[in-house]
């Protein structure tokens, strides 16, 4: 059974950080190109970033460019997104993803799906 787990979510105040973990299980996650994707109350979900197989080419949506950052360590088979200066908006349920092809932002790209961190930015 191939798995994706995501965990690190939880509350913080505007302008903090967190760092959300995306582990696998079954299978190497440096076989994979990884995604980030978050999802809001009554919004579709959305892609944030995306790492390439190699952990190379790495791509981010426009909304956190310079304050979100992903990256990989294989010897742990985990790609972690490092989210800075948090804002309100940031706040949603926050998926991992994996497919074998391309570094996308769209959802319908990608084939394995961990279950969703919750992130909460709010004072």
């Known amino acids: 059974q191939l798995q994706l787990v995501a965990s690190g979510g939880g509350l913080v105040q505007p302008g903090g950080s967190l760092r959300l973990s995306c582990a696998a299980s079954?299978?190497?996650?440096?076989?994979?190109?990884i995604g980030w994707f978050r999802q809001a109350p009554g919004k579709e979900r959305e892609g944030v970033s995306c790492i390439s197989r190699s952990g190379g080419f790495t791509n981010h949506a426009d909304s956190v460019k310079g304050r979100f950052s992903i990256y990989r360590d294989n010897a742990k088979n985990t790609v972690y997104l490092q989210m800075n200066s948090l804002k309100p908006d940031d706040t949603a349920v926050y998926y991992c993803?994996?497919?074998?092809?391309?570094?996308?932002?769209?959802?319908?790209?990608?084939?394995?799906w961990g279950q969703g961190t919750q992130v909460t930015v709010s004072s």
């Open positions: 079954g299978f190497s996650l440096d076989y994979y190109v």
């Open positions: 993803a994996a497919q074998s092809r391309l570094c996308s932002t769209n959802p319908r790209d990608y084939n394995y």
